[in-house]
């Protein structure tokens, strides 16, 4: 009996994996549609994401998309998958789309991020730690906040702010550019020690380069500690099933996601390369994200990676 019932077991371990590369093997799944708002951190998991998808027989397309475009593309069924659900702080988005049913939560790959105002830390020295400090130094920052690009949720929650006069910024204004135009900002401000409040997060090479603070005082709108889940469009893990096995399996730790990142920044190479690095330098990574994934042709996905790298 114990025989027969492992015999029946494997059996229906082989038709399930058969199903799955049946169902991957149909044109839709052939290319994995990924979004990127233009965050260092989501250019990061995708470059991971193509290193294990190409290898495996899939194409790998990604599209920069706005926060809110890429919400509306995944209901739509533009876009496949987006690494990117930084909760609380998507929290409207969250509302209106995933908890219908109109958008799918796959997975949570990251955990025990921060994404609030932060300072740099001569400003925190000056008295600056929390959301309420800021009015009292308005002059020195020149009532300005600086956010990334217009739509995302942060500056969402900070015009909130604003129009709500909490802490007393009624009178501040939030100016919206690029991740890469805030920054550069911050670089200047800091080489003239000048006073700046600018959206910070965690992982991203800023925390490296920078001598920052967070500020605490912002929790209704941005949360302490958040996660980042793994969003796809509605059906497809039904659709593709080992491709949304493979995404599904994709975790990320902030130390690892800091030293790509760095990497990109220290040593000017692109997102793809600094991610082939480290995964050469931590093949054991290999074994949790390919567990339970084929080749889309189903082969053995771990060395068709490996075979790559």
Same mark, same amino acid.
């Given at each position: 009996?114990?025989?027969?019932?492992?015999?029946?077991?494997?059996?229906?371990?082989?038709?399930?994996?058969?199903?799955?590369?049946?169902?991957?093997?149909?044109?839709?799944?052939?290319?994995?549609?990924?979004?990127?708002?233009?965050?260092?951190?989501?250019?990061?998991?995708?470059?991971?994401?193509?290193?294990?998808?190409?290898?495996?027989?899939?194409?790998?397309?990604?599209?920069?998309?706005?926060?809110?475009?890429?919400?509306?593309?995944?209901?739509?069924?533009?876009?496949?998958?987006?690494?990117?659900?930084?909760?609380?702080?998507?929290? @409207?988005?969250? /509302?209106?789309?995933?908890? $219908?049913?109109?958008?799918? !939560?796959?997975? =949570?790959? *990251?955990? +025990?991020?921060?994404?609030?105002?932060?300072?740099?830390?001569?400003?925190?020295?000056? @008295?600056?730690? /929390?959301?309420?400090?800021? $009015?009292?130094?308005?002059? !020195?920052?020149? =009532?300005? *906040?600086? +956010?990334?690009?217009?739509?995302?949720?942060?500056?969402?929650?900070?015009?909130?702010?604003?129009?709500? /006069?909490?802490?007393?910024?009624?009178?501040?204004?939030?100016?919206?550019?690029?991740?890469?135009?805030?920054?550069?900002?911050?670089?200047?401000?800091?080489?003239?020690?000048?006073?700046?409040?600018?959206?910070?997060?965690?992982?991203?090479?800023?925390?490296?380069?920078?001598?920052?603070?967070?500020?605490?005082?912002?929790?209704?709108?941005?949360?302490?500690?958040?996660?980042?889940?793994?969003?796809?469009?509605?059906?497809?893990?039904?659709?593709?099933?080992?491709?949304?096995?493979?995404?599904?399996?994709?975790?990320?730790?902030?130390?690892?996601?800091?030293?790509?990142?760095?990497?990109?920044?220290?040593?000017?190479?692109?997102?793809?390369?600094?991610?082939?690095?480290?995964?050469?330098?931590?093949?054991?990574?290999?074994?949790?994200?390919?567990?339970?994934?084929?080749?889309?042709?189903?082969?053995?996905?771990?060395?068709?990676?490996?075979?790559?790298?």
């Amino acid at each position: 009996m114990h025989t027969f019932a492992a015999t029946l077991f494997a059996l229906a371990v082989s038709l399930s994996t058969l199903n799955a590369q049946a169902a991957d093997n149909n044109a839709q799944c052939s290319t994995v549609k990924l979004a990127d708002p233009g965050w260092s951190d989501i250019a990061t998991t995708n470059a991971v994401a193509r290193l294990l998808l190409e290898p495996l027989g899939y194409q790998v397309k990604v599209e920069s998309l706005a926060v809110p475009i890429i919400y509306g593309g995944l209901k739509d069924g533009q876009v496949d998958a987006f690494l990117g659900s930084w909760m609380p702080a998507h929290q @409207g988005f969250h /509302d209106k789309f995933v908890a $219908n049913g109109d958008v799918q !939560q796959l997975s =949570r790959n *990251l955990q +025990g991020t921060e994404f609030t105002l932060a300072v740099p830390d001569y400003v925190w020295k000056g @008295g600056v730690r /929390d959301f309420a400090d800021l $009015n009292k130094h308005a002059d !020195q920052f020149g =009532r300005k *906040l600086y +956010g990334i690009g217009s739509g995302a949720p942060a500056n969402l929650s900070l015009q909130e702010i604003i129009k709500g /006069d909490a802490f007393g910024l009624s009178k501040w204004k939030l100016v919206e550019s690029s991740e890469q135009a805030m920054l550069a900002q911050v670089d200047r401000a800091v080489k003239k020690q000048q006073y700046i409040a600018f959206l910070g997060w965690t992982p991203h090479p800023m925390n490296v380069k920078l001598n920052m603070h967070y500020l605490t005082g912002g929790e209704k709108w941005f949360g302490s500690k958040g996660d980042v889940f793994t969003l796809t469009r509605k059906g497809y893990p039904q659709a593709c099933p080992n491709a949304a096995k493979l995404l599904s399996n994709l975790s990320f730790t902030l130390d690892m996601e800091n030293t790509i990142m760095a990497e990109v920044v220290d040593k000017k190479i692109s997102f793809d390369e600094a991610a082939r690095a480290w995964v050469k330098a931590h093949p054991e990574a290999l074994d949790g994200w390919l567990n339970g994934v084929t080749t889309k042709a189903g082969a053995d996905a771990v060395a068709a990676v490996k075979q790559t790298l």
